[in-house]
């Protein structure tokens, strides 16, 4: 396979969604969603894509072992929606697929610190000013293991599949 050149391009969902109808790769996608998301969409993919669903992985939010809501065994996404997120982007206009889903679901959250570094979005968390979200096959590159992790209780679930044009 030496002479096969692969372009990698990180898209939204909604920009993935967009180009399926009218792209016509010869290359494979990888596309994260919501469960939701994918279900809704699985009849414009199943025409043109064979869907292998490589995970699904639910979300949840990670936080200082200080925080008064570290003791819960779950969150609602109604308190969720009350609690200050930190999420590691470039930008406040740059959301990661994490926090989309969860706006592309009409989920109210309190998007308070947008950091572009490890180091000042693990300084958000463990100063008790933030939580993050979470998913263990979407992890980033910040050490969790001081935190807690905690499971929304409506459990919504992040999906990573494989796309093949048939």
Same mark, same amino acid.
């Given at each position: 396979y030496?002479?096969?050149?692969? %372009?990698? %391009?990180e898209?939204?969902? $909604?920009?993935i969604?967009?180009l399926?109808? %009218?792209?016509t790769p010869?290359?494979?996608?990888?596309?994260?969603?919501?469960?939701?998301r994918?279900?809704?969409?699985?009849?414009?993919?199943?025409?043109?894509?064979?869907?292998?669903?490589?995970?699904?992985?639910?979300l949840?939010?990670?936080?200082?072992?200080? $925080?008064?809501?570290?003791?819960?065994?779950?969150?609602?996404?109604?308190?969720?929606? %009350?609690?200050?997120?930190?999420?590691?982007?470039?930008?406040?206009?740059?959301?990661?697929?994490?926090?989309?889903i969860?706006?592309?679901s009409?989920?109210?959250l309190?998007?308070?610190?947008?950091? $572009?570094s490890?180091?000042?979005?693990?300084?958000?968390?463990?100063?008790?000013?933030?939580? /993050?979200?979470?998913?263990?096959?979407?992890? /980033?590159?910040v050490?969790?293991e001081?935190?807690?992790t905690?499971?929304?209780?409506?459990?919504?679930?992040?999906t990573?599949?494989?796309?093949?044009?048939?």
């Open positions: 030496a002479h096969i050149k692969i %372009t990698a %391009t898209l939204s969902t $909604n920009e969604m967009q399926l109808p %009218t792209a010869n290359a494979l996608y990888f596309v994260q969603s919501s469960m939701q994918l279900q809704q969409e699985m009849p414009l993919l199943r025409e043109q894509y064979s869907c292998h669903l490589l995970a699904s992985d639910p949840k939010i990670s936080m200082d072992k200080s $925080n008064p809501q570290s003791s819960k065994t779950s969150i609602s996404l109604k308190k969720l929606a %009350t609690l200050p997120l930190a999420f590691k982007s470039p930008s406040f206009d740059v959301m990661p697929s994490l926090v989309q969860l706006l592309d009409g989920i109210p309190n998007l308070k610190y947008c950091s $572009n490890d180091a000042s979005l693990i300084k958000y968390i463990r100063q008790n000013m933030a939580v /993050t979200l979470f998913t263990k096959s979407n992890s /980033t590159s050490n969790m001081s935190f807690i905690i499971p929304i209780k409506e459990r919504i679930y992040v990573l599949c494989f796309l093949v044009p048939k």
